[in-house]
């Protein structure tokens, strides 16, 4: 490598980029670090160089293997190399791309913005034509059965629904007007006003601090027509709260909690179809809570975790697995709620195998199959489990 | 042990963690001599048990540094983790002046809040000069402490300066060798990740593994080292909820020396299976005849590879 000390610099800057091309995020600042990392390394063996490098741009365990292919990619041979330098040069004409997924609303509202007047006056007619019946009828009609315009209209209504969700106690302690503790150190500074004469009291208490959330979704077929609207349901929990991850699951599962981390919501689902290949495909119920208890669970559960799991439960092979693993996944979160849209039938008795397997398991049962309960389930995440939605009643409804 | 610089290359840096016993691959000696080298804090990401926190104990054992310990835990906050002041000393002291008749206000703040009173915590403990050098700083289990935690030890590691309001500020002569431990509970902020050299640290492999046992127990004989350490590398590839680590493999190395065993059979690995594997489901997993099929699948394997 002697003889490609003048271009070394340029080389580890070309790899960082392919790096940031492969999904690993580098900054500039991390280029520098690699420069001095070599420096006091040394540029030896090619193990040593590799594991340089590796300590420089990894940050995350899961970015090793990305590192790894592309740092085979761009280290192999000369004449590749320069190849792919040529490539990634800024000069190089950029691909095509296909429109953005948000890209007719932008338009529209750099449009809409140059027409005030119109657009108050449209803004008027709207507010009548929603009258209080419609909204009433949008709440209770069925994601199913909506037209794109009424699904938009639900859209909207679904921001405004994310309340903040109850709060519970951590053990961080926080200036507090009724705590139970005194606060010896302020106390101190307050009373150090008087000369120390007269002990003026301040408390702390426990902070609080809402819990958090992971959504466990059932994207397949049986569940298609109503995926994605849980999904902005979740993309506005996301945008609203601190904590909350989303897996996605039909024969896999998959991790979807940076993808609905995107502002747009267009842009969040697109990134989410894209990562996601089992979408409309079987139900593997048993096998997606397994890795999920296996790989996720010790790691998004922690610090009093509230699961939401979104599925009609309809397994096709229902047995002491599927038991097994939803026991575990209840014995690991604070609660576990369970929304069904199978709910929406109003004759709905709990009869279906997997059903009756994992019924017994769950803190709460409820509908999600339209506004309305997606309300009644911001409100019911407020306290705490009411008796309307006790799964053992669901179980005994069945003659 | 008489205080030493820091090894001047990697092979230098394993060779050091070997004097201590702690046999490391290569990756962990690039990352260690890097951070020494660049003043970087070092971040160890890994499952329970392979020896994160091992590896700050044994650099403050061979550099000759003081360990200064900080175990995280949710709620920790700049009283546990910083300073805290001697209250009741304080109010002594001002009944004391108060007593005495003094009158100067400015005198008495002056006195109550100087060094005298305030009691030092891991954190302001690493700032001090120290003789021997830098101490080595272990901050362990940093994934059980909340953001607000994370946010000012980044604060703290990135110029190496803590400000007490009522004293002023308190810099480090030098920078303090930084660990950083986390068993992945919760995903901790990358700002802090992008500050420090990460490195996950994995189980090893058998080779390794099996010189490890051999440093670590003495007293186990040739055969049952090579049978143990295949057994537990054979458990890992199976679909356990917790794999064995390190730690596991040591103790149970351990513990079938002290009942004499010079070789594996179903029976012993049966009854002392708690010590290798923490979580019911997977001992029942493993009961009765898959025991005695794994054993003979290692054997089997052992006797060809000779």
């Not at chain 1, 809409?112 to 119109?118: N, Y």
């Not at chain 1, 896999?252 to 089992?278: G, H, I, M, Q, Y």
Request: charged residues 30%; neutral net charge.
């Amino acid at each position: 490598m002697a003889e490609h000390n003048g271009r070394l610099a340029e080389n580890i800057l070309y790899f960082a980029r392919a790096l940031r091309a492969a999904g690993i995020p580098v900054g500039p600042g991390a280029v520098l670090d690699a420069l001095e990392a070599l420096r006091v390394a040394g540029v030896g063996t090619r193990n040593d160089f590799y594991w340089t490098l590796h300590a420089v741009f990894v940050k995350r365990h899961e970015h090793s293997i990305l590192f790894d292919q592309a740092f085979r990619i761009f280290f192999r041979r000369r004449g590749f190399i320069d190849q792919l330098l040529a490539m990634m040069l800024p000069q190089a004409p950029a691909p095509r791309e296909a429109p953005q997924p948000g890209a007719t609303r932008v338009h529209e509202a750099l449009y809409a913005g140059l027409d005030d007047k119109l657009k108050k006056e449209r803004e008027i007619e709207l507010d009548a034509r929603m009258t209080v019946s419609d909204r009433e009828v949008l709440q209770k009609k069925d994601f199913a059965q909506m037209t794109s315009a009424e699904i938009a209209a639900a859209k909207e209504a679904m921001k405004k629904l994310v309340l903040p969700l109850a709060e519970v106690r951590t053990r961080r302690l926080a200036p507090h007007l009724h705590g139970h503790l005194i606060d010896i150190r302020r106390t101190l500074r307050a009373s150090m006003k008087g000369g120390g004469a007269f002990i003026d009291l301040r408390f702390i208490g426990p902070k609080t601090k809402p819990p958090p959330i992971v959504a466990l979704l059932d994207i397949s077929g049986s569940m298609s027509q109503y995926s994605r609207i849980f999904l902005h349901f979740l993309h506005a929990l996301t945008d609203a709260r601190k904590r909350v991850s989303t897996f996605l699951f039909g024969t896999r599962l998959t991790n979807v909690t940076r993808a609905l981390r995107e502002r747009d919501p267009d842009d969040a689902l697109a990134a989410c179809s894209a990562s996601v290949p089992d979408w409309s495909g079987g139900t593997r119920i048993a096998s997606s809570l397994h890795a999920f208890n296996k790989l996720w669970a010790r790691r998004v559960l922690t610090q009093g975790a509230i699961v939401l799991l979104i599925t009609d439960g309809l397994e096709r092979d229902a047995d002491d697995a599927l038991g097994f693993e939803i026991d575990r996944l209840h014995r690991s979160c604070r609660r576990l709620v369970w929304l069904n849209p199978l709910l929406r039938f109003e004759g709905f008795e709990a009869r279906a195998r997997g059903i009756r397997t994992m019924l017994p398991h769950v803190d709460e049962f409820r509908a999600i199959h339209n506004l309305e309960s997606m309300a009644a389930l911001v409100a019911a995440l407020q306290r705490s489990a009411d008796r309307a939605a006790d799964p053992k009643a669901w179980m005994q409804r069945v003659a | 042990m008489p205080a030493r610089s820091l090894p001047a290359s990697i092979d230098a840096t394993v060779d050091l963690l070997a004097e201590a016993d702690y046999l490391a691959d290569r990756s962990l000696g690039t990352v260690l001599y890097l951070a020494l080298k660049m003043g970087r804090p070092i971040f160890l990401e890994g499952e329970a048990g392979v020896g994160k926190t091992e590896i700050a104990k044994v650099l403050s054992t061979t550099l000759g540094r003081r360990l200064i310990r900080l175990q995280c835990y949710e709620g920790l906050d700049i009283t546990a983790a910083v300073y805290e002041w001697n209250y009741a000393a304080q109010m002594i002291a001002i009944r004391v002046a108060e007593a005495e008749g003094e009158r100067d206000r400015e005198k008495l703040e002056h006195d109550v809040f100087s060094e005298r009173f305030l009691i030092k915590r891991p954190l302001l403990q690493a700032l001090e000069p120290d003789a021997a050098g830098a101490p080595v700083l272990l901050i362990d289990e940093i994934d059980r402490t909340d953001e607000a935690f994370e946010a000012y030890l980044l604060e703290v590691l990135a110029d190496f300066q803590i400000t007490i309001p009522e004293m002023g500020t308190v810099k480090a002569a030098h920078s303090p060798v930084v660990v950083i431990t986390s068993n992945r509970t919760r995903e901790v902020h990358d700002a802090l990740k992008r500050r420090c050299l990460y490195h996950w640290v994995g189980y090893p492999s058998a080779e390794r593994e099996l010189s490890i046992v051999r440093r670590k127990v003495p007293g186990v004989g040739k055969k049952l080292s090579e049978q143990v350490v295949a057994f537990v590398q054979a458990l890992r590839k199976r679909d356990l909820f917790k794999s064995p680590g390190v730690a596991e493999t040591l103790d149970w190395a351990a513990a079938l020396s002290e009942l004499d065993v010079v070789a594996l059979d179903p029976a012993t690995v049966s009854d002392t299976l708690g010590v290798l594997l923490k979580y019911q489901d997977d001992i029942a997993r493993l009961e009765g005849s898959k025991v005695k099929e794994l054993l003979d699948e290692v054997k089997s394997e052992l006797r060809a590879a000779e």
